[in-house]
């Protein structure tokens, strides 16, 4: 984990950037698509969370990258968890961006979300 941010509200924002082995390329992030949104919300349960709600999955460009990115839900103690993850590749490296709130704030936390990852810069 590069950065981690969190409130007393609950909302999060956990940052990790890996350096990629020799040859991955930029492009192989459209590999992440391939998995069934099945296969998406088993693996995800794996991981430990309850009631995966898979939003959607979808390419986007964000400040000319291609991104993925995926919405879902998930149960967690005593309330439903909203996450928000956008995944980029960009001169061999990925960036991972976690957003997470409970499900009830999701509209307060969308314009920041948005504000956050427009205005990314990579050098």
């Known amino acids: ?26 492009e192989q992030l459209k590999e992440m698509a391939e998995i069934t949104d099945e296969q998406f919300v088993y693996l995800t349960e794996a991981d430990g969370f309850e009631n995966v709600k898979l939003i ?5 460009s964000i400040n000319a990258i291609t991104s993925y990115v995926i919405q879902y ?5 005593d309330e439903t968890i909203y996450f928000y993850n956008v995944n980029q590749f960009y001169k061999g490296k990925m960036f991972a961006m976690t957003f997470t709130c409970s499900y009830s704030k999701k509209y307060n936390l969308l314009p920041y979300i948005n504000r956050i990852v427009n ?5």
């Open 1 to 26: 984990v590069d950065l981690k941010f969190g409130d007393l509200m609950g909302i999060s924002l956990v940052t990790v950037v890996k350096k990629l082995p020799n040859g991955v390329r930029d």
């Open 56 to 60: 959607s999955r979808h390419f986007k």
């Open 73 to 77: 839900t998930a149960w967690s103690i």
């Open 119 to 123: 205005s990314l810069k990579y050098y």
